[in-house]
């Protein structure tokens, strides 16, 4: 993976490959940005003139290479776009992340690059160290040999330059960054991992280990434990695979923790659709539907790593939903963990099931909130696009707080109602609840499916990251094709407020 690290030498000084500067539209034309100064003395003044020539805006997502001038010992110059220009000369985090990213893209194959970028203070170093990081993820784990060989190495290593010597902050910055996105990228792995390498148990066995290597508590129901324990909704959807699917709940604590939190993730490792079978052209990136339990498994690791005072206990309910002879028929009624029956009407609605099971046993746990994360429904999509996520919650001042930290680190996010009468839709003749209601509206009729089996008085919020949680487009800012990592930074940063005893619900 590229390495980071703090610079206290001149942008122009530094002995690298490339070195990265950034700009930005101006009233009248394209500026500079901090950190450019000595590089755009060592072009007399006229670095702009020279990118403006070349047609360069400076808008947001711009990369322009040039030869580098005498005076400055990198071979190349890479002029990144910050959008607009900042009247202080301090960015937002997130402009710092996606200019951050767009270079490190562009830099695959580089050994080395000075990023001159502005570093106003530690939350700037952060973001940059971020971005930079998160473009520059590559996946091949499944390319043959030559593939890989021909492939483009991700730049081996970034030094952010004009650092302040003995500058705690910058490193501890540097280092949280470095956590965020290592974690982020384990879950953009999982996500793009295909559904024959990755099903309920070799996520289970993955979890294990990595809990194992983190100092993690982690237990594993197999098909038989959840038998036992009557967890129909988890049992009903993975009833249909020759593969079985598995709860595993991995624990972090911290002896001088306040409060804790629990994460819940859908981990539908492939989703056919089950017997309400997927129309064609829609089971292609359904290895995707796990991307709920991947974040939340990685925000409970970077929780460990980070040493965060909470405990966050993460539920992973793992099913493949497939079609066959054994799987659950539209009409048939399951018994959920908890003793609630739902009468099963579409089998293509299968994230709720198994994330209601995981929301009462975590309930029984008495956790100060809940948060799940799903790639629930297409129809949040429809609502909201591909990039931003819905959050619902059975309490107002709990979905501000999430939408606070989403919009903190710079997950795009928006708060959506969970309207009660959408609830009688679905109502069933046989069970105590149908797991589909109307078509209009069911992004939300999803929420309040959900919000039936959580534990009355705590505080919970249900996470639709079904829009961007895997990217089909080209590439932009950090976020690559293929899975995101959505969610994990909204996840840390609640744990961080829990951390500091700020949780509001």
Request: charged letters at 20%.
């Given at each position: 993976?590229?390495?980071?690290?703090?610079?206290?030498?001149?942008?122009?000084?530094?002995?690298?490959?490339?070195?990265?500067?950034?700009?930005?539209?101006?009233?009248?034309?394209?500026?500079?940005?901090?950190?450019?100064?000595?590089?755009?003395?060592?072009?007399?003044?006229?670095l702009?003139?020279?990118?403006?020539?070349?047609?360069?805006?400076?808008?947001?997502g711009?990369?322009?290479?040039?030869?580098?001038?005498?005076?400055?010992?990198?071979?190349?110059?890479l002029?990144?776009?910050?959008?607009?220009?900042?009247?202080?000369?301090?960015?937002?985090?997130?402009?710092?992340?996606?200019?951050?990213?767009?270079?490190?893209?562009?830099?695959?194959?580089?050994?080395?690059?000075?990023?001159?970028l502005?570093?106003a203070?530690?939350?700037?170093?952060?973001?940059?160290?971020?971005?930079?990081?998160?473009?520059?993820?590559?996946?091949?784990?499944?390319?043959?040999?030559?593939?890989?060989?021909?492939?483009?190495a991700?730049?081996?290593?970034?030094?952010?330059?004009?650092?302040?010597?003995?500058?705690?902050?910058?490193?501890?910055?540097?280092?949280?960054?470095?956590?965020?996105?290592?974690?982020?990228?384990?879950?953009?792995?999982?996500?793009?991992?295909?559904?024959?390498?990755?099903?309920?148990?070799?996520?289970?066995d993955?979890?294990?280990?990595?809990?194992?290597?983190?100092?993690?508590?982690?237990?594993?129901?197999?098909?038989?434990?959840?038998?036992?324990?009557?967890?129909?909704?988890?049992?009903?959807?993975?009833?249909?695979?020759?593969?079985?699917?598995?709860?595993?709940?991995?624990?972090?604590?911290?002896?001088?923790?306040?409060?804790?939190?629990?994460?819940?993730?859908?981990?539908?490792?492939?989703?056919?659709?089950?017997?309400?079978?997927?129309?064609?052209?829609?089971?292609?990136?359904?290895?995707c539907?796990?991307?709920?339990?991947?974040?939340?498994?990685?925000?409970?690791?970077?929780?460990?790593?980070?040493?965060?005072?909470?405990?966050?206990?993460?539920?992973?309910?793992?099913?493949?939903?497939?079609?066959?002879?054994?799987?659950?028929?539209?009409?048939?009624?399951?018994?959920?963990?908890?003793?609630?029956?739902?009468?099963?009407?579409?089998?293509?609605?299968?994230?709720?099931?198994?994330?209601?099971?995981?929301?009462?046993?975590?309930?029984?746990?008495?956790?100060?909130?809940?948060?799940?994360?799903?790639?629930?429904?297409?129809?949040?999509?429809?609502?909201?696009?591909?990039?931003?996520y819905?959050?619902?919650?059975?309490?107002?001042?709990?979905?501000?707080?999430?939408?606070?930290?989403?919009?903190?680190?710079?997950?795009?996010?928006?708060?959506?109602?969970?309207?009660?009468?959408?609830?009688?839709?679905?109502?069933?003749?046989?069970?105590?609840?149908?797991?589909?209601?109307?078509?209009?509206?069911?992004?939300?009729?999803?929420?309040?499916?959900?919000q039936?089996?959580?534990?009355e008085?705590t505080?919970?919020?249900?996470?639709?990251i079904?829009?961007?949680?895997?990217?089909?487009?080209?590439?932009?800012?950090?976020?690559?094709?293929?899975?995101?990592?959505?969610?994990?930074?909204?996840?840390?940063?609640?744990?961080?407020?829990?951390?500091?005893?700020?949780?509001?619900?």
């Amino acid at each position: 993976m590229t390495s980071v690290s703090l610079s206290t030498s001149a942008a122009n000084a530094l002995r690298a490959d490339t070195v990265v500067v950034a700009v930005a539209k101006g009233p009248k034309g394209l500026v500079p940005a901090p950190g450019a100064e000595t590089v755009d003395e060592a072009f007399d003044g006229k670095l702009t003139d020279v990118l403006a020539t070349l047609g360069a805006t400076g808008a947001e997502g711009e990369a322009v290479k040039l030869p580098a001038p005498a005076g400055v010992k990198a071979a190349l110059v890479l002029a990144v776009g910050l959008g607009d220009a900042a009247d202080n000369g301090v960015y937002p985090a997130e402009a710092l992340r996606r200019a951050a990213g767009v270079a490190a893209r562009a830099l695959q194959g580089t050994k080395k690059a000075a990023f001159a970028l502005p570093l106003a203070d530690a939350d700037a170093v952060e973001a940059v160290t971020l971005g930079a990081l998160l473009g520059a993820y590559a996946f091949t784990a499944f390319r043959g040999d030559e593939a890989k060989a021909a492939a483009k190495a991700p730049v081996a290593e970034v030094a952010l330059v004009g650092a302040k010597r003995a500058d705690k902050a910058g490193k501890a910055a540097v280092e949280r960054g470095t956590v965020l996105a290592e974690e982020i990228n384990r879950t953009r792995d999982l996500v793009n991992t295909p559904p024959n390498d990755l099903f309920p148990k070799s996520f289970a066995d993955l979890v294990t280990a990595v809990g194992k290597e983190h100092g993690l508590k982690v237990e594993v129901l197999d098909e038989k434990a959840l038998t036992k324990g009557g967890y129909g909704g988890i049992l009903g959807v993975g009833v249909g695979s020759q593969r079985p699917p598995r709860l595993v709940r991995v624990a972090y604590t911290h002896p001088k923790a306040k409060q804790t939190l629990a994460f819940i993730g859908k981990g539908i490792t492939y989703d056919s659709g089950g017997i309400s079978l997927k129309p064609a052209g829609h089971n292609e990136t359904m290895k995707c539907d796990m991307a709920g339990a991947g974040a939340v498994f990685a925000s409970v690791v970077a929780a460990s790593r980070l040493g965060l005072q909470v405990n966050v206990t993460g539920w992973l309910a793992l099913a493949e939903n497939m079609p066959s002879g054994s799987a659950t028929r539209p009409g048939d009624v399951l018994k959920m963990y908890g003793g609630k029956t739902v009468e099963v009407l579409n089998t293509d609605a299968e994230g709720r099931l198994v994330l209601a099971d995981a929301i009462v046993r975590a309930g029984e746990e008495n956790p100060d909130a809940i948060v799940d994360v799903a790639t629930l429904t297409g129809a949040m999509v429809v609502a909201l696009g591909p990039r931003l996520y819905g959050i619902m919650s059975n309490q107002d001042g709990f979905r501000e707080t999430v939408h606070a930290a989403a919009t903190a680190t710079g997950e795009p996010a928006w708060q959506m109602p969970l309207p009660a009468e959408l609830l009688k839709a679905m109502e069933s003749p046989t069970a105590d609840l149908a797991n589909v209601g109307d078509r209009m509206g069911g992004g939300l009729a999803a929420g309040l499916f959900l919000q039936e089996f959580v534990t009355e008085g705590t505080p919970w919020a249900h996470l639709d990251i079904a829009g961007p949680a895997f990217h089909e487009g080209a590439p932009f800012g950090y976020t690559p094709k293929g899975g995101t990592g959505t969610a994990v930074r909204t996840l840390v940063r609640l744990a961080e407020t829990a951390a500091e005893g700020a949780l509001k619900a």
